[in-house]
C-alpha cells in the first residue's frame, strides 16, 4: 500500500480543511508515493517512539499530535523535534498526524469519549460555521438523476441525518455555440434552447474539489453552467466538543468516579460539587476550557476535558460541574480511531499499538 493511499483514507475521514489554524496536522515526513509495510499508532512522536517503530519494522508513525508544529528554519538536531525528524528520515519512516481535524469531525476524537462513556445522541456542541456552500446547476432533464447521484457520491447532500438531498427545478436554458465549441446539443453558430433541471444542493467546503471535479467529468456539457453560493448555516456534522447523555442519570460522585476509571486518571480536578444528578454530559478531548459557555448554554450537567486553568474554573459559577481528566488521559482512546480507518481500508495490514506512554505528565 502506498503512503498517498493511507493518507487519503485518513483525509477522507477527517478533511485537513477542519483543523484549526494554528495546527500542523497531515503528512509531516515521508515520499507519498513509498510502500508502506506496516505503521505504529501513537499519541505523541517521540524519540522512543521512533525506536520502537524501527524494532517493529514499521514504517509509519501515525500520531494525534503533530511532531513539529513550529515552522522549522534548519535541520541540525539542536532540539529534540529536530533529532525526531532526522531519525525518521535516516530509517525511512514516515511521521503523519490527525490532531484538530480528528477532534473536529462527527465520529472522532470527542464521539469515541463519549462512547467509552456510554453517553447516547452525541452531538456536536460547538458546529463550525461558514463551512458549508451551495452548488447551483443546470442539465439536461434525462441527465439529471446521473449528476444528483454522482454530487452524492462526491460529498454534496447531507444535511444532519440525512443525505441525498437536494431540490430541483424545471425550465430552458439558451446558447449558441460558437466556432470551435463541439456541442452536446445544438449546432455551432445557431441559437438552442433545452430542457433543463435546475439542481441545488449543499456540500462542506471542505468536499469543494471533488465536488466540482465530479461535475465537471459526469456533466455532458463541454461547458456546464454552475454557480456556488457562500451558507451561513452552522455545520452540524463538524465542530469542537460533543454532547450526549447518560441513559439515566447517575449521583455526580458516582459519575466522577466511573470517568476516573475508564479513563484510568489517577487525579481527577473539579470544580464546586452541585448536589445534583448529571445526565446531560459535555466534552472536549486535550484543551476544552474555550467550550465552558457553550457546554452552559447548551444545558449540560457535566463538562469533561483537560488542561483547564484555575481562573477557568470559576467559570463554572454554579451552573455546571467541570472535570478535567488530564489531556493525554482525554485523547489515548484517538488511536483506536486510527485502527479503524486503517483496518477498513486495509484488513491484511501489520498495525501495531504503541507500547510507550508518552504522556509527559507524572504524579507522586
Known amino acids: 500500500m502506498r503512503l498517498r493511499e493511507i493518507v487519503s483514507a485518513f483525509e477522507l475521514f477527517a478533511p485537513l480543511a477542519y483543523q484549526e489554524k494554528y495546527d500542523n496536522s497531515g503528512l509531516a515526513v515521508g515520499d507519498p ?4 509495510n506496516a505503521a505504529l499508532l501513537c499519541i505523541d512522536v517521540t524519540a522512543e517512539v521512533v525506536e520502537e517503530a524501527i524494532s517493529l519494522g514499521a514504517n509509519l508513525v501515525v500520531s494525534h499530535h503533530p511532531v513539529v508544529f513550529k515552522p522549522l528554519s534548519k535541520l541540525t538536531g539542536s532540539n529534540s523535534v529536530e533529532r525526531i525528524i532526522l531519525h525518521a528520515v535516516r530509517n525511512n519512516i514516515a511521521l ?15 464521539h469515541k469519549i463519549c462512547s467509552k462513556l456510554g453517553l447516547t445522541e452525541p452531538s456536536i456542541l460547538a458546529p463550525l460555521q461558514h463551512a458549508l456552500k ?25 444535511i444532519g441525518n440525512y443525505d441525498a438531498c ?9 446558447f449558441r455555440a460558437m466556432e470551435g465549441a463541439t456541442p452536446y446539443v445544438g449546432e455551432v453558430g445557431k441559437l438552442h434552447s433545452e ?34 453560493y457562500p451558507v451561513d448555516n452552522s455545520f452540524q456534522m463538524a465542530g469542537s ?13 458516582d459519575f466522577l468516579e466511573q470517568v476516573k476509571t475508564v479513563f484510568n486518571c489517577r487525579y481527577l480536578r473539579h470544580s464546586r460539587l452541585l448536589n445534583k444528578p448529571v445526565g446531560k454530559i459535555a466534552v472536549c478531548g486535550g484543551s476544552g476550557s474555550f467550550l465552558i459557555s457553550a457546554a452552559i448554554t447548551a444545558g449540560a450537567d457535566l463538562f469533561i476535558t483537560g488542561d483547564v486553568k484555575y481562573h477557568d474554573f470559576f467559570n463554572a459559577e454554579n451552573h455546571i460541574l467541570i472535570a478535567d481528566i488530564g489531556h493525554y488521559e ?19 495490514f501489520a498495525i501495531h499499538f ?6 509527559p505528565i507524572y504524579y507522586i
Not at 213 to 219: A, G, I, N, V, Y
Not at 330 to 348: G, H, R, V
Request: hydrophobic content about 35%.
Open 33 to 36: 508515493e513509498m510502500e508502506v
Open 96 to 110: 503523519y498526524s490527525a490532531h484538530t481535524n480528528m477532534d473536529n469531525v462527527l465520529h472522532g476524537v470527542n
Open 134 to 158: 451551495k452548488l447551483v446547476t443546470f442539465v439536461p432533464e434525462q441527465h439529471a438523476d446521473m449528476l444528483r447521484n454522482a454530487l452524492f457520491d462526491a460529498g454534496a447532500g447531507h
Open 166 to 174: 437536494s431540490y430541483n427545478s424545471s425550465g430552458f436554458g439558451t
Open 195 to 228: 430542457n433543463e433541471t435546475r439542481i441545488e444542493t449543499i456540500y462542506p467546503s471542505a468536499c469543494q474539489k471533488a465536488v466540482i471535479q465530479t461535475l465537471l467529468k459526469s456533466h455532458p456539457y463541454e461547458e456546464p453552467a454552475y454557480d456556488i
Open 241 to 253: 466538543g460533543m454532547m450526549g447523555k447518560l441513559t439515566q442519570p447517575m449521583n455526580e460522585t
Open 330 to 348: 482525554s485523547e489515548q482512546f484517538t488511536i483506536e480511531i486510527f485502527y479503524d480507518i486503517l483496518i477498513k481500508k486495509i484488513p491484511n
Open 354 to 359: 504503541s507500547s510507550i506512554k508518552t504522556n
